[in-house]
């Protein structure tokens, strides 16, 4: 991405978060859908736009519940929405800093145990909530330091295969998001009737 491109990105990322970045999922308020009729200057501000879209929707569906709702499964696959939040922030560390820029990460798969998602019971809502906004931060700093074409390090996230460009894994991320919110659309429905964005 250009400097230019990556001011805007980084301007357009505050400007929807408050100048606190971390402010509108504090505040437990969605922003606002990014409409395909704005205007935009460039596809990497695109991708940050609808990845901070989504994890506001997050923040605001999770904040919304009791501590009981957090951690009861309703669906028979098992996962709880506390557990969702966990999971989205570990799949953009996953994807963006282990994957695409090789970084060192301790545990990668800390959201996971025996083969599922977890979040251990001394695990607060807001201290997930204020790990996901220190992973946006993150994300956005390896989006707009990079252009969309260039190519992953290679390591281990890879599993032997080559590295994915930054598009094709921004991508990636926006359906995981797009898919779980669906997800997490319904479980809200099922505990409180709550519908939409």
Not at 146 to 167: I, T, Y
Request: no cysteine; glycine share 8%.
């Amino acid at each position: 991405m250009s400097e230019r491109d990556a001011d805007r990105a980084e301007a357009r990322h505050e400007r929807w978060t408050g100048e606190d970045p971390a402010a509108a999922y504090s505040a437990g308020m969605s922003l606002p859908f990014p409409e395909p009729t704005e205007p935009i200057g460039s596809r990497a501000e695109v991708f940050v736009g609808y990845l901070d879209y989504f994890r506001s929707v997050l923040v605001d569906k999770v904040q919304g519940l009791s501590e009981d709702d957090l951690r009861t499964s309703r669906l028979p696959s098992g996962w709880t929405p506390v557990e969702l939040l966990k999971h989205l922030a570990y799949v953009e560390l996953r994807w963006l800093e282990w994957g695409f820029e090789g970084r060192q990460v301790d545990d990668p798969w800390a959201d996971n145990r025996d083969g599922r998602w977890y979040v251990g019971p001394d695990e607060s809502v807001g201290g997930l909530v204020e790990a996901l906004q220190s992973q946006a931060a993150r994300s956005t700093a390896v989006i707009t330091s990079h252009e969309l074409a260039d190519v992953g390090v290679p390591g281990d996230r890879w599993d032997g295969a080559e590295p994915a460009s930054l598009e094709r894994v921004l991508f990636h991320l926006l359906q995981e998001y797009a898919r779980h919110l669906g997800h997490l659309d319904i479980v809200r429905e099922l505990i409180d009737r709550s519908t939409g964005e």
